[in-house]
């Protein structure tokens, strides 16, 4: 079906790992993006990409890798995981000039 | 960088109550979006404003954009259980590349 799918859903690390967030999307959608939710900070951009090997960083990339050798998949890399990066993580795609992006279901992440 | 202030953070109605969430911006905005998540769920996309004093409906739902494309509304007439989640306005650039949002208006509705 198509759609965008996140892996894994849950992931508990500790202090210092690499944690890496997968991405993959079916409908050929330009851009795609990487979000985390925090309470009482909305979302919060992290890194976008507009095409394949285009990346570029959001409001708090620090701390975070992306590549995009596909189109179809944007995934994220935490090389050194801290416990501030303890958060809901969100994927989203689009063709942005609609507004319209279409998010994964999320991937909650714990750092111990 | 340019910011939205949304407001309320959190809003408690009796079903049937209307309800409304607005944001905020400093500065001229392109566009705006609107998104809607329900608890434990994942934002979903409800409508984009683009144009000065733009005003859209969907059934229960009415989205402003103000004159100076500065600030938004969203109001629900006649709250509903189903409506329950948090609101979220967004808005890019002119080449809509970047995305940002919101804080979210948490909206309850007790039935």
């Known amino acids: 079906d198509a759609g965008i799918t996140q892996s894994p859903r849950y992931k508990i690390t500790e202090t210092g790992r690499q944690v890496t967030l997968m991405c993959h999307q079916t409908w050929s959608h330009s851009y795609m993006f990487w979000y985390r939710q925090d309470l009482g900070h909305g979302l919060r951009l992290i890194y976008y990409s507009a095409a394949a090997d285009i990346t570029d960083k959001g409001e708090v990339p620090d701390g975070y890798v992306v590549s995009r050798s596909k189109t179809e998949n944007f995934p994220l890399t935490l090389e050194s995981a801290t416990r501030s990066q303890t958060s809901v993580y969100f994927c989203a795609s689009g063709e942005t000039n609609t507004g319209e992006l279409f998010f994964g279901e999320g991937s909650r992440l714990t750092v111990l | ?111």
């Open chain 2, 1 to 111: 960088g340019q910011q939205v202030m949304q407001i309320p953070q959190y809003q408690h109605v009796q079903e049937g109550e209307d309800f409304t969430t607005y944001c905020n911006s400093s500065t001229t905005l392109s566009n705006i979006q609107w998104y809607k998540q329900r608890p434990g769920g994942h934002p979903v996309f409800l409508i984009q404003l683009v144009k000065s004093g733009e005003v859209k409906k969907q059934k229960r739902l009415t989205f402003q954009f103000g004159e100076a494309k500065k600030n938004s509304s969203l109001h629900i007439t006649a709250t509903q259980t189903t409506d329950v989640g948090t609101y979220f306005c967004a808005f890019s650039g002119d080449n809509f590349n970047k995305f940002y949002f919101g804080s979210g208006t948490k909206l309850n509705v007790k039935p």
